[in-house]
């Protein structure tokens, strides 16, 4: 496994080995249960006990386990009935799940594995092989966590500028693109900013493209502090910068646009020997109610927004102009 793709996982794995994981054990045998939990307790284990497939999921859905050693043949839900609808939970860190059974006829054994259990094993057997397998089953969910987390950051970092660590355009447009999608079908009102840096050429210019970048970073900034969670705002290249409101009228955006303009306005940026304040013009696009958002495109607002960035930088710069789309 490269450590490249995965960093830490090596570190990970033994820590699944040798730190408490959580265990669930679901057996309708007593007797069978508790031997076992001995056992896994005594490897540092946290273990928890069922006694039926129905119970299982719900402790799967309450305790967030490490691990469920299912019993196959089990009242209310069998085990194979049980572990479908844990491969079915909408949950965050995967659950391995190691299937016992005293039936040893591959049917069972092929049907469970093709259910998304990690491993098995047959009664009777040896405690040693117990534990073994449990070892082998942790080893699989933490490459199922690794390779989940590993996604999630390529995710990111395909979606995200790494200048400013805003969004970048590609995600930026595909969310546009919903948005207006959603705000045609529930009727609902829309907007969108743009702002460009007033002469930040002359930034570079006069001092470097590091204390250039560094504007750029601080900016992207301010912008986030005045949005909601829900707007997304991304960069749109080089000193340009975009904002998608979802359920904003226009009216409200300019108003955030201004905030934005006035913040970025008294911003001191400050870096080694170079200390600059900086303006931006903004150009807002967006609807006023919902009722006007039938006709509406993702192409139409981020034309709009870019007229309306034209006619601030025409008027002198540093001021906000609107277009409203009806």
Not at 104 to 130: N, W
Not at 165 to 175: D, I, K, S, T, V
Not at 186 to 202: A, G, N
Request: with cysteine; proline share 2%.
């Amino acid at each position: 496994m490269d450590e490249m793709l995965f960093p830490g996982l090596n570190k990970m794995m033994r820590n699944a080995e040798i730190s408490k994981c959580r265990i669930i054990i679901a057996d309708d045998d007593a007797v069978n249960g508790h031997l076992i939990e001995e056992v896994l307790r005594a490897e540092g284990h946290l273990t928890r006990l069922v006694s039926d497939g129905e119970a299982a999921v719900h402790m799967v859905r309450s305790w967030s386990p490490h691990l469920v050693l299912l019993d196959i043949n089990m009242p209310k839900l069998s085990g194979l009935e049980a572990l479908a609808k844990i491969r079915g939970l909408n949950a965050g860190d995967y659950v391995g799940v190691l299937l016992v059974t005293a039936n040893t006829e591959l049917e069972q054994v092929v049907a469970g594995l093709d259910a998304g259990a990690d491993d098995y094993i047959a009664k009777p057997f040896r405690m040693e092989e117990l534990k073994a397998r449990v070892r082998a089953s942790l080893r699989t969910k933490g490459l199922h966590d690794a390779l989940r987390r590993s996604n999630k950051r390529l995710e990111e970092q395909a979606n995200t500028d790494d200048l400013t660590l805003l969004y970048n355009m590609r995600f930026a447009g595909r969310r546009l693109q919903d948005e207006v999608e959603k705000a045609k079908l529930h009727r609902l009102p829309i907007s969108c900013l743009m702002l460009d840096m007033d002469h930040f050429k002359t930034i570079n210019d006069q001092t470097d493209h590091l204390f250039g970048s560094q504007v750029l970073r601080e900016v992207g900034q301010l912008i986030l502090a005045q949005l909601r969670t829900t707007d997304v705002a991304a960069r749109y290249g080089g000193d340009e910068f975009f904002v998608l409101m979802p359920g904003t009228r226009i009216k409200d955006a300019v108003e955030i646009a201004e905030k934005i303009r006035k913040r970025i306005e008294a911003h001191v940026v400050k870096a080694g020997e170079h200390s600059v304040r900086v303006t931006a013009s903004f150009g807002v696009a967006g609807t006023e109610s919902g009722d006007v958002a039938g006709g509406l495109s993702a192409k139409e607002l981020i034309r709009s927004a870019d007229t309306s960035l034209y006619s601030a930088k025409s008027k002198g710069r540093n001021c906000t102009e609107t277009f409203g789309i009806v």
